[in-house]
């Protein structure tokens, strides 16, 4: 980065790279989980959906770096991507996989909106006009955190319906 960078370029040069990662990240989590889905239709749908969101949203970012000149972190795509293949596989022992992975992607989401609403605020202090790209994810990451949402109760109640009729309850 230039040192003749202000503060606030250079934060929000570091959000972007964070949030770059963070995006690949997610798509690893959920490309694992997508998987084992084959219980719950409307979960791996909409799941499959965000994948293809995310990866958008990292091609945003990327542009959004360009504009300064500069790239992502790929120490930090990689390491983040390995923690979201770690954290989906830990998962995978646990016979209410899919319960426990709703509940974990419902806070992943929300992490990510706190992300960008963080980047939006720093967007405005950069004045580059980057500020619609990032409200496009924004919406498309509070988008996936509703749907969640609504189906943490519905996930659950087919999950025990699953299991108490002795078929694959997990996933």
Sequence with gaps: MSTTM???????IIGLRNQHAVENQAVSLLSRQVERLENYPE???????HIDESKVHAQRIEELLSQFGESHSALKD??????????AMAHTVAPDEVVKNTLANYAFEHYEIAAYKGLLALADRVGQGVEFMLRQSLQDEIA????????????????????????????
């Design 6 to 12: 202000d503060a606030a370029t250079q934060l929000f």
């Design 43 to 49: 979960m791996e749908a909409r799941m499959r959906q």
């Design 78 to 87: 990689a390491g983040l991507s390995f923690m979201g293949n770690m954290a």
């Design 144 to 171: 996936m955190a509703q749907f969640i949402d609504q189906h943490i109760g519905p996930t659950t109640l087919r999950y025990l319906e699953l299991s108490r009729t002795g078929q694959t309850a997990g996933v």
